[in-house]
T-cell receptor, first 112, second 115 residues
Framework: QKEVEQDPGPLSVPEGAIVSLNCTYSNSAFQYFMWYRQYSRKGPELLMYTYSSGNKEDGRFTAQVDKSSKYISLFIRDSQPSDSATYLCAMKRGSSASKIIFGSGTRLSIRP | ETGVTQSPTHLIKTRGQQVTLRCSSQSGHNTVSWYQQALGQGPQFIFQYYREEENGRGNFPPRFSGLQFPNYSSELNVNALELDDSALYLC??????????????FGPGTRLTVL
């Protein structure tokens, strides 16, 4: 069993829709949770960084962490065609921990 | 753009050869991490260097080795290349050792193909 599970998609939604992306994990030691966006032929770009359980909002993006269920989510409101990319969840044990564990990524396509 | 650069962009090698990939960290960052990303997969942690010393390693064999230089640029060396080494190799720089979130900023990657 992988430490981090993520549905690979692809997920296709119309422009303006709310997108929900999710990951589950098995290691209760994870404390820091991240979402990265990766465009084709590019490196991952950090979108959201959260510590422990709770919600964090940044513009059209909201990250949720539920440590009791070992479940994290990323919501994208008013989705745009430019949001089409692969979204990677990621997590690590401590603020200075060197090893980030990534999910396999969800391919998202926003239809104009 | 993150300010992290990698070279070369693409590379083709044959099985058994050796390869060196290079990374230039974002200005002010003292830590570099290397990841391997196979097609359709998330990045997998290879190792991290902090102030020129290895500071954590993933499940990769010793033929994967690295260096970090005083100017915080870095190299990833892979010996005895295997077909399964074909992947996108990413480096990420950060400022570990401060009160920052240790956010890692990724470069665009080097696409390695082993034939």
């Amino acid at each position: 069993q992988k430490e981090v599970e993520q549905d690979p998609g692809p997920l296709s939604v119309p422009e303006g829709a709310i997108v929900s992306l999710n990951c589950t994990y098995s290691n209760s030691a994870f404390q820091y949770f991240m979402w990265y966006r990766q465009y084709s032929r590019k490196g991952p770009e950090l979108l959201m960084y959260t510590y422990s359980s709770g919600n964090k909002e940044d513009g059209r993006f909201t990250a949720q962490v539920d440590k009791s269920s070992k479940y994290i989510s990323l919501f994208i409101r008013d989705s745009q065609p430019s949001d089409s990319a692969t979204y990677l969840c990621a997590m690590k044990r401590g603020s200075s921990a060197s090893k980030i564990i990534f999910g396999s990524g969800t391919r998202l396509s926003i239809r104009p | 753009e993150t300010g992290v650069t990698q070279s070369p962009t693409h590379l083709i090698k044959t099985r058994g050869q050796q390869v060196t990939l290079r990374c230039s960290s974002q200005s002010g960052h003292n830590t570099v991490s290397w990841y391997q990303q196979a097609l359709g997969q998330g990045p997998q942690f290879i190792f991290q260097y902090y102030r020129e010393e290895e500071n954590g390693r993933g499940n990769f064999p010793p033929r994967f080795s690295g260096l970090q230089f005083p100017n915080y640029s870095s190299e990833l060396n892979v010996n005895a290349l295997e077909l399964d080494d074909s992947a996108l190799y990413l480096c990420a720089s950060s400022t570990a050792g401060t009160e920052s979130t240790d956010t890692q900023y990724f470069g665009p990657g080097t696409r390695l193909t082993v034939l």
